[in-house]
């Protein structure tokens, strides 16, 4: 069952993403953002793996610059992932195995991951985001 959900958004797209912790909620975002990207991201072969470390002020801009980090690999080299292995994860720091391929065409283009309205907040279930995409 998907742990992410396409929000209705004026002149964007939105997530509103879920996770038991802040690494669950990473990876669950993105695999919505890659969603997003192909028609059918179970058809994308994991021929490639790259290996990304991040460092951020906080917890949002973790999310923010995780998912930039992942658009910008779709945007310059046509790669989208749809397996995430995440360690180390603390508000400020991940490290990610990724694992995906390139395919012949986005089926939109992610211009940012914005900060609107950007907060990760605590429920009974864990943690919660809404995510809004400049396209």
């Known amino acids: 069952m998907a742990k992410f959900e396409v929000l209705d958004h004026t002149a964007d797209w939105a997530l509103r993403v ?13 695999l919505g953002m890659s969603s997003l990207l192909v028609p059918d991201l179970t058809a994308v072969s994991p021929t490639t793996t790259r290996h990304i470390h ?34 180390n994860v603390t ?25 609107h309205d950007l907060q990760i907040i605590h429920t009974d279930n864990g943690l919660e985001a809404t995510i809004v995409f400049d396209v």
């Open 91 to 115: 508000p400020t720091h991940l490290d990610a195995t990724i694992r995906g391929g390139r395919v012949p065409e986005l089926q939109k283009h992610i211009k940012a991951v914005t900060y």
């Open 18 to 30: 879920n996770g038991r912790n802040l690494a669950e909620l990473l990876e669950q975002a993105a």
């Open 54 to 87: 991040l460092d951020a002020f906080d917890a949002e801009t973790l999310l923010v610059d995780w998912l930039t980090e992942l658009a910008y690999l779709a945007e310059t080299e046509q790669l989208v992932f749809n397996q995430f292995q995440l360690t």
